[in-house]
T-cell receptor, first 112, second 112 residues
């Protein structure tokens, strides 16, 4: 059974610091990896996706993928109070319209 | 434009009612999804449509009936729901060749 695990938190980070969110997955066949941000009462919003080993940067966000160790992480630089949300890691097999397996999410709180 | 719209935003219904949720996207995506999300849980896949055909049904009770009238529209017909069906219902869409899913704002359903 495919599993995706995240530390549920809450993770508290001072404003301006780097927030580091981690995700591990069990299926070695996984090929696509996504980070969604979800504010309380709202729907998930896609932040990043990554397919290849290494780092992918987009503004203040960096996704890191290590397929050998089966983990994917999200770094948020210069954390802002508006980054306070639940971050969902999702993993797919990249066959197209396959279902994504979601982690339970990490609740991040940025402390002003 | 990465917008998926859903109506209504909120819905209250009795256990004997029949209602429908609607989802629309104009991104040219040919895969559309229904998810159910309970509080503090990740989204749970219900149905996947690919090229307007049902491709995945995650053993959802028959009181939920999906319909995809065309490539832009997805409906979820509700009948004889139970209070435990109260949740946030999310629609998402993607290209069939990709797994990057974009979520709509959701419909918050309360069954009395």
């Amino acid at each position: 059974q495919k599993e995706v695990e995240q530390n549920s938190g809450p993770l508290s980070v001072p404003e301006g610091a780097i927030a580091s969110l981690n995700c591990t997955y069990s299926d070695r066949g996984s090929q696509s990896f996504f980070w969604y941000r979800q504010y309380s009462g709202k729907s998930p919003e896609l932040i990043m996706f990554i397919y290849s080993n290494g780092d992918k940067e987009d503004g203040r966000f960096t996704a890191q993928l290590n397929k050998a160790s089966q983990y994917v992480s999200l770094l948020i630089r210069d954390s802002q109070p508006s980054d306070s949300a639940t971050y969902l890691c999702a993993v797919g097999l990249n066959f197209g319209n396959e279902k994504l397996t979601f982690g339970t999410g990490t609740r991040l709180t940025i402390i002003p | 434009d990465t917008e998926v719209t859903q109506t209504p935003k909120h819905l209250v219904m009795g256990m004997t009612n029949k209602k429908s949720l609607k989802c629309e996207q104009h991104m040219g995506h040919r895969a559309m999804y229904w998810y159910k999300q309970k509080a503090k849980k990740p989204p749970e896949l219900m149905f996947v449509y690919s090229y307007e055909k049902l491709s995945i049904n995650e053993s959802v009770p028959s009181r939920f009936s999906p319909e995809c009238p065309n490539s832009s529209l997805l409906n979820l017909h509700l009948h004889a729901l139970q209070p435990e069906d109260s949740a946030l219902y999310l629609c998402a869409s993607s290209q069939v060749s990709e797994e990057t899913q974009y979520f709509g704002p959701g419909t918050r359903l309360l069954v009395l």
